[in-house]
């Protein structure tokens, strides 16, 4: 069960404080400490919530004050276990709209179904499509994700949608490793990463691009056949927008070490990490997996190379600006 905490005093102007009646009524579903860090960067109270599950699983939400009027942004990602997730997300929206709420924010730092987002076979469902129905008819009038596996996802949604990215957070923390421009490198895993790779290199100092090429036989299985590009003596930055398996991303890893890579970096916003992720990411293959905490990283999934970046000032400053009718855009220009 999430913790709802007060925080200090907000280092904001009064009209931010968490005595404004347009202030954001807020529900964290993060460990602790990721809910002390977003809501003390917004100097607000959390909101008060009860939520509990009947002896056949079935989930209550109640909430625990007044949101008539309010603007009311939901933080839960839709992460493992992801259909217990969903359906508590879904029931909150319902209890805010029910309770007169002004206007609902789904706030998704993890948003689970996106990799079904077309049919790439027969028969095959499209569940991100089903998924951002759900949300929409329950009652949510904004949608507010970070780092969509696709572009496309934003538009199966018939409500606003708020796109953020987590490369902000990685870059700054990389800038601060004083690894020398010209030694770098940044690597796609796919090809299907490589605009967000391309992205990624234009921001650190316009980095030369290196592409994996592999081709995957099933869900979850990958076999890397070529590389694109020079790593030969160079710090190689992997980037992707998720690690499940980590079947990619250390296949990847393992050619560009073959083909000369000095260090390899992994830099991802989800860290999914299904078994046996974390047996091959702590194989000593990469110089240090650097990811972010839309996904809380459980204890027992810790080695030695994982680096772990907080969301919580970048949420929190695009949450002001959608409740300000701010632009979010500018945050990454």
């Known amino acids: 069960m999430a ?23 807020l529900r964290f579903h993060f460990p602790l400490r990721h ?23 079935e989930i209550y939400v109640q909430l625990q004050e007044s949101v008539r009027g309010c603007d009311v942004f939901l933080v839960q990602p839709t992460c493992p276990p992801a259909n217990e997730n969903l359906m508590e997300l879904l029931i909150m929206i319902d209890a805010c709209r029910r309770a007169s709420a002004k206007n609902i924010t789904a706030v998704i730092p993890y948003f689970g179904y996106a990799r079904a987002d077309r049919k790439t076979q027969g028969r095959e469902s499209i569940a991100a499509k089903l998924v951002a129905n759900l949300i929409t008819e329950a009652g949510a009038n904004r949608v507010l994700a970070c780092d969509l596996h696709s572009g496309q996802s934003m538009g199966y949604f018939d409500i606003p949608v708020d796109h953020v990215y987590g490369q902000p957070v990685i870059l700054d923390y990389l800038a601060s490793k004083t690894i020398c421009s010209d030694d770098l490198v940044v690597v796609s895993p796919d090809v299907g990463g490589v605009a967000r790779a ?6 650190l100092s316009d980095a030369p691009l290196a592409i994996v090429d592999k081709r995957r036989h099933g869900h979850n299985v990958a076999e890397v056949m070529n590389l694109i590009g020079d ?35 992994a830099c991802t916003t989800h860290a999914v990490f299904s078994p046996p992720a974390i047996e091959r990411l702590s194989s000593g293959l990469f110089q240090e997996v650097i990811i972010t905490n839309t996904i809380p990283v459980s204890e027992q999934n810790y080695f030695p190379q994982l680096t772990v970046l907080s969301v919580a000032n970048l ?9 300000d009718d701010c632009s979010v855009s500018s945050i990454f220009q």
């Open 35 to 57: 809910a002390v860090e977003i809501a003390c960067y917004m100097g607000l109270e959390l909101g008060k919530i009860k939520i509990k599950r009947f002896a056949d699983g």
């Open 315 to 323: 949420l929190g400053e695009t949450i002001w600006r959608v409740h």
């Open 231 to 265: 790593v030969k003596g160079k710090v190689a930055v992997m980037v992707d927008d998720m690690i499940d398996t980590a079947g990619t991303i250390t296949k990847g890893a393992a050619l560009l070490h073959q083909e000369g890579a000095r260090e390899v970096y």
């Open 198 to 203: 391309r992205a990624f290199a234009k921001k």
């Open 3 to 25: 913790s709802l905490l007060q925080c200090p005093t907000s280092p904001f102007p009064s009209s931010f404080s968490s005595n404004n009646p347009r202030s954001p009524f």
